[in-house]
């Protein structure tokens, strides 16, 4: 390939540790990779994140930095025959040389066990330094003997303000970059680029010179890049939304009170509407957290389970796969019974603590680990609730004044309605015992 057809992603791949945005918490001075490679004894690793992170580049410069010979295999086009070549020329290497080879096995998650089983004789008499890279869960994906002879480091998705310095990084480079010094590229068109490229540095790189080469084909002088090019070269529509201003308000609530409303088609359309503008999925996750406390609560305690899960599907797996995993979670929270009871008991609970004040805690419910304190009357009377039928006891647990208050007053929907019932049965115990 002519240095010309080379794509601007790999010419103006980082060629300085330095460089690399977004992984501040691998390449800062202290940690263990910068040190490993500025001591040159560096380890086996497996790099975790999203596409377009910085796997590819971190492995490189491993090599560059060490000054080891750098072999690379794809577990995509390479196979058997392949590593056996390569172990060859590593064993030829480490006997001229003494140096280790380091291995960069890309999408070693494709690998089968009898594959990366291959890897582990080469690994451990430090023949090979093996630098793998995955987008998934190398728990679930990496056999445990190859995953205990390697460090396990993840790489964050990239935030918009690193995308947007990437792109800028990429115009203004005289010698890799776009190279045309004439072409006027507006802020908007970059915002548009950086906010569909959903934390890719390859995929956000890829659409502006995509888009830039759209603007030189065409017989418009002066060459301009806005937003209407952009969308017309990369075939998306700039959807009006300002993520700092009211329509981003106006789209988290009507997303919020579509989910509160148990409409399904309306929830999956504003979280769609969200996504497609380029809102960040996590601030969306982190609202369906939150909703799964405030609106459904114990009604549906799985509720939260399932918004954590989303949560976690995007930051390990990412886009376009993990767009469905928001969906799963939103289809799920607007289907299920609601109950605001929770939040109310948080806010009374507030208020209480704000009227009454710090209340002192009664004697026998105080914990008692001297014997100053049980000649105080700490602990004393308390009744151990497992020396009793049922695991229940009447005795009273709130401080004097407000021992009859009752902050949570569950609803009759889903879950909540069998607390109710067990809340119930306690009083009754507790009237009886009276």
């Known amino acids: 390939m002519a240095a010309g057809d080379t794509p601007l992603a790999e010419r ?44 590819t580049t971190l492995a490189r410069l491993i090599a560059k930095y060490t000054e ?19 172990v060859a020329e590593a064993e030829g290497i480490r006997q001229s040389s003494g140096k280790s080879t380091i291995l960069f096995v890309d999408e070693i998650h494709r690998f089968n066990k009898a594959q990366q089983d291959a890897f582990l004789p080469h690994v451990e008499n430090g023949l090979i330094v093996l630098v793998g890279a995955t987008t998934q869960n190398p728990s679930f994906e990496v056999i ?25 990084r990429a ?23 950086v906010d569909i490229s959903s934390g890719d540095a390859r995929v956000a790189l890829n659409n502006l010179e995509a888009a830039v080469n759209y ?12 937003l209407e090019n952009v969308e017309e070269a990369l075939s998306r529509k700039a959807l009006p939304y300002d993520k700092d201003g009211e329509e981003h308000y106006n789209i988290i609530s009507a997303f919020h009170k ?10 999956v359309y504003w979280l769609y509407r969200m996504l497609e503008a380029g809102e960040d999925p996590l601030f969306i996750a982190r609202r369906m957290i939150r909703f799964s406390s405030e609106d459904i609560g114990i009604a549906d305690p799985g509720a939260l389970q399932v918004a954590l899960a989303a949560f976690d599907a995007w930051q390990k797996v990412g886009p376009p796969e993990a767009e469905l995993a928001l969906m799963e979670a939103a289809v799920y929270l607007a289907s299920a019974p609601k109950s605001n ?22 004697l026998h419910i105080r914990n008692a680990p001297t014997g100053l304190m049980k000649k105080l009357g700490y602990s004393r009377g308390y009744l151990y609730p497992h020396n009793y039928p049922g695991a229940w006891v009447a005795q009273e647990y709130l401080p004097e004044g407000i021992n009859n208050r009752a902050y949570y007053k569950p609803t009759d929907r889903g879950m909540e309605k069998e607390i109710k019932r067990r809340m119930g049965d306690i009083r ?7």
């Not at 080891?68 to 390569?86: C, Q, Y």
């Not at 509160?260 to 929830?267: F, H, K, P, T």
């Open 428 to 434: 009754k115990g507790s009237k009886k015992n009276n």
């Open 258 to 267: 579509s989910l509160r409303g148990s409409d399904v088609n309306a929830s």
């Open 341 to 362: 009871a929770l939040y109310l008991a948080e806010k009374a609970v507030k208020e209480e603590i704000n009227r009454s004040g710090p209340l002192p805690v009664p």
């Open 171 to 193: 115009i203004e480079n005289k010698e890799s970059g776009l190279k045309d010094p004439d072409m006027e590229i507006r802020p908007q068109a970059l915002d548009f680029i």
């Open 12 to 55: 103006v791949r980082p060629e300085r540790l330095e460089d690399i945005l977004g992984q501040d918490h691998l390449l800062g001075p202290k940690s263990a990779l910068i040190r490993a490679l500025k001591s040159g004894h560096i380890f086996s690793v497996i790099f975790w994140g999203p596409p377009g992170s910085g796997k």
């Open 68 to 86: 080891n010979p750098f072999r690379a295999f794809s577990a995509v086009t390479s196979g058997l025959k392949e590593l056996r070549d390569i």
């Open 215 to 226: 603007v030189r084909a065409g017989d418009k002088t002066p060459k301009i890049l806005d």
């Open 144 to 168: 445990p003997p190859l995953l205990s002879r390697a460090r396990v480091m993840i790489l964050h998705p990239l935030k918009k303000e690193d995308l947007n310095t990437i792109l800028l």
